[in-house]
């Protein structure tokens, strides 16, 4: 699983902004901590996602 998280580095880092993101908008209270359960969630699925390969 740690070999997946590194080997598709691009969904990981959408993955990680999109944590980052729910965690700006707690601080600067735009969200609950309710709503960052939403993001965290989304965020932990992109990093475990496969990135898509153009094959031609």
Same mark, same amino acid.
């Given at each position: 699983?740690i070999?997946?998280?590194?080997?598709?580095? !691009?969904?990981?880092?959408?993955?990680?902004?999109?944590?980052?993101?729910?965690?700006?908008?707690?601080?600067?209270? !735009?969200?609950?901590?309710?709503?960052?359960?939403?993001?965290?969630?989304?965020?932990?699925?992109?990093?475990l996602?496969?990135?898509?390969?153009?094959?031609?």
């Amino acid at each position: 699983m740690i070999d997946r998280i590194f080997k598709n580095w !691009k969904t990981t880092l959408l993955g990680l902004g999109l944590i980052i993101a729910g965690l700006i908008f707690v601080w600067y209270e !735009k969200a609950t901590l309710t709503e960052l359960t939403a993001f965290i969630g989304s965020g932990v699925v992109l990093m475990l996602v496969k990135d898509p390969k153009n094959e031609k």
